[in-house]
């Protein structure tokens, strides 16, 4: 993987979660969940299926509506929460990918949708992933582990504190997971905080573990 020039640190903040409950269905999914990740952390969410890992991820990252308890991103400093969206990378069980579009087109469009201050140029981004070679090809054609690499290069192209990933390695051959962890050793080592959800192991040096049963921590 080439180096990545946008190596500027954030700024400090904490991610902080209190007796958090979310619903599904008319059901409680997700009971009484209390956790903290700063920036320059780590948390692996792992758990059986079904146990609310993807619910958990999609609440953090605002799209879903909490039941009870409260989400807040907290600059250090700053007595009022921040609004966590425009800080916030989602990257879900869908890879976001436009098949009309070339690879090249789509990591334009989520780069100037989101907005690309401080991210990297969209060559040096599919560069990273090793699609640039390919970058006209319409998206129709990628496989599942290239359409997973385009979704991993909005990291890249743009640039946020609080990574929320999905199952990030699904799909993924042995030298792209390894890439992937290299690109997220070095977000949490420039002050980035990632929340991954996982049900495979995922060999980040110092992620700290947070297991779910049942919808609430181990």
């Given at each position: 993987m080439p180096e990545i020039s946008v190596n500027r640190p954030f700024q400090p903040f904490r991610l902080v979660v209190e007796a958090l409950g979310v619903d599904r269905g008319g059901r409680r999914v997700i009971e009484g969940i209390e956790f903290e990740v700063a920036g320059g952390e780590a948390v692996l969410v792992t758990g059986p299926n079904g146990v609310g890992k993807s619910t958990l991820l999609r609440t953090l990252a605002g799209l879903g509506r909490p039941a009870s308890g409260s989400i807040r991103l907290v600059a250090d400093g700053v007595t009022e929460p921040?609004?966590?969206?425009?800080?916030?990378?989602?990257?879900?069980?869908?890879?976001a990918v436009k098949p009309a579009?070339?690879?090249?087109?789509?990591?334009?469009?989520?780069?100037?949708?989101?907005?690309?201050?401080?991210?990297?140029?969209v060559d040096t981004a599919l560069d990273a992933v090793g699609l640039l070679d390919i970058a006209t090809l319409p998206a129709a054609y990628l496989s599942a582990g290239q359409r997973r690499r385009l979704a991993i290069a909005r990291l890249i192209a743009v640039?946020?504190?609080?990574?929320?990933?999905?199952?990030?390695?699904?799909?993924?051959?042995?030298?792209?997971?390894?890439?992937?962890?290299?690109?997220?050793?070095?977000?949490?080592?420039?002050?980035?905080a990632?929340?991954?959800?996982?049900?495979?192991a995922i060999g980040l040096a110092g992620a700290r573990p947070l297991r779910l049963v049942a919808g609430e921590i181990a």
């Open positions: 921040e609004e966590i969206g425009p800080h916030v990378h989602y990257l879900g069980h869908r890879d579009l070339t690879v090249g087109e789509n990591l334009a469009f989520w780069r100037d949708y989101l907005g690309a201050d401080g991210g990297a140029p640039r946020r504190p609080l990574w929320l990933l999905d199952e990030p390695t699904a799909a993924l051959d042995a030298a792209s997971e390894a890439s992937l962890v290299g690109l997220m050793t070095g977000h949490v080592e420039r002050g980035g990632i929340v991954a959800a996982t049900h495979l």
